[in-house]
């Protein structure tokens, strides 16, 4: 044993690794299957805001679903926001080599706050026709930009720290972060105009999240994740 390993700094570098590169890399494949299971979750729960009285002696079931319409609503809302944000996480998770600690913490943080878009959508369903409406378009807003502030932070993370898979596609790299400043961009504007013209601020954060269903130049062939260009 050498005099420096019976430092305290060196006690807690044996039980911490806090540097990036100390720190090994490991498949995603747990990650997808963790994050698929919460996405689950958290686009099942949605139906929770739907009721059906047994009741219907007063109460017809289509008078039901039309005062459940903004429910109605919000469920699809919200299974397009989820929908979006499972088409991300797994179009960012197969253009990785592996994840190490730190990304592993943020692809995390992601899924925790896609799980706050039942609340969320709950919010916007209550608050139709109230005055303070405004306020479920807020926090939906809110969920959108968080997550893409998060995303854009575990890309930015990943190329600084060689987790991508090589790209034969510079440009196409440049466009996608020009994308995700966009994004954050028009969350940002979407917050921002929630309290004063809410309607507004939705119809940004709808365009926000249809755009991530959209295929990219990252989805097309021969690209890192593309199945068909790994030898078999």
């Known amino acids: 044993m050498t005099p420096s390993e019976g430092t305290p700094k060196s006690y807690w570098h044996r039980i911490y690794t806090f540097r990036p590169s100390e720190q090994a890399l490991h498949s995603t494949n747990r990650l997808e299957i963790f994050t698929d299971a ?103 807003s809110l969920v959108i930009l968080v997550g893409a502030l998060i995303s854009s932070l575990g890309a930015e993370y990943a190329h600084r720290h060689g987790l991508l898979v090589a790209s034969r596609d510079p440009t196409g790299n440049r466009a996608a972060i020009t994308i995700w400043y966009g994004v954050i961009a028009l969350s940002i504007a979407a917050v921002v105009l929630a309290p004063f013209a809410p309607w507004v601020a939705l119809t940004v954060v709808v365009i926000t999240r249809i755009s991530a269903l959209l295929p990219l130049g990252s989805d097309r062939v021969g690209l890192p994740g593309d199945l068909r260009d790994v030898p078999h």
């Open 38 to 140: 919460i996405l689950a979750i958290a686009a099942t729960v949605l139906i929770l805001n739907l009721k059906v009285a047994t009741d219907t002696s007063h109460n017809g079931l289509a008078h039901q679903i039309y005062t459940q319409r903004a429910a109605l609503v919000s469920v699809l809302l919200g299974f397009l926001w989820i929908s979006g944000a499972w088409v991300l996480s797994h179009r960012s998770l197969r253009q990785l080599k592996g994840v190490d600690h730190y990304m592993t913490l943020l692809v995390i943080a992601n899924t925790l706050n896609v799980t706050l878009i039942p609340f969320a959508t709950l919010l916007l369903a209550k608050g139709y026709g109230r005055a303070d409406f405004w306020v479920g378009v807020e926090a939906v």
